[in-house]
């Protein structure tokens, strides 16, 4: 835990990796201190076709599952941390947001094979 879910514009790849990305939301979610590194799990899903209203920007977005039980100084800590990551990213007209969602406890079940 936790489970990192990037969302972004395909078209960023001229500009960013997707290894790039992943690293920075990994380092952030590091950088939080709330998880230990083989905890964190990234994803990372590209999109061709999007829209922001009635324009074309380009977006990350991810998407912090983790389990519930953090405080929410906690859970802002978290958000804060993979945003400010994502900013040293050298990209411009772009839209950056991170959430956090909780998972709860007693509805998560887990089997590794």
Same mark, same amino acid.
């Given at each position: 835990? /936790?489970?990192?879910?990037?969302?972004? #514009? *395909?078209?960023?790849?001229?500009?960013?990796? /997707?290894?790039? &990305?992943?690293?920075?939301?990994?380092?952030?979610?590091?950088?939080?201190? &709330?998880?230990?590194?083989?905890?964190? *799990?990234?994803?990372?899903? /590209?999109? !061709?076709?999007?829209?922001?209203?009635?324009?074309?920007?380009?977006?990350?977005?991810?998407?912090? *599952?983790?389990?519930?039980?953090?405080?929410?100084?906690?859970?802002?800590?978290?958000?804060? #941390?993979?945003? !400010?990551?994502?900013?040293?990213? /050298?990209?411009?007209?772009?839209?950056?947001? +991170?959430?956090? +969602?909780?998972?709860?406890?007693?509805?998560?079940?887990?089997?590794? *094979?």
């Amino acid at each position: 835990m /936790p489970h990192c879910l990037i969302e972004y #514009a *395909k078209t960023l790849t001229t500009e960013v990796s /997707p290894e790039q &990305l992943i690293e920075s939301v990994y380092l952030g979610t590091l950088n939080s201190g &709330l998880f230990s590194g083989d905890d964190i *799990k990234t994803r990372i899903i /590209p999109f !061709d076709h999007f829209t922001s209203g009635t324009i074309k920007q380009n977006f990350i977005h991810v998407t912090l *599952k983790i389990l519930n039980g953090r405080s929410i100084e906690q859970q802002k800590g978290l958000s804060q #941390a993979v945003l !400010d990551e994502l900013n040293r990213l /050298p990209l411009t007209d772009i839209s950056l947001t +991170v959430e956090v +969602v909780e998972i709860q406890k007693a509805c998560y079940s887990k089997t590794v *094979k």
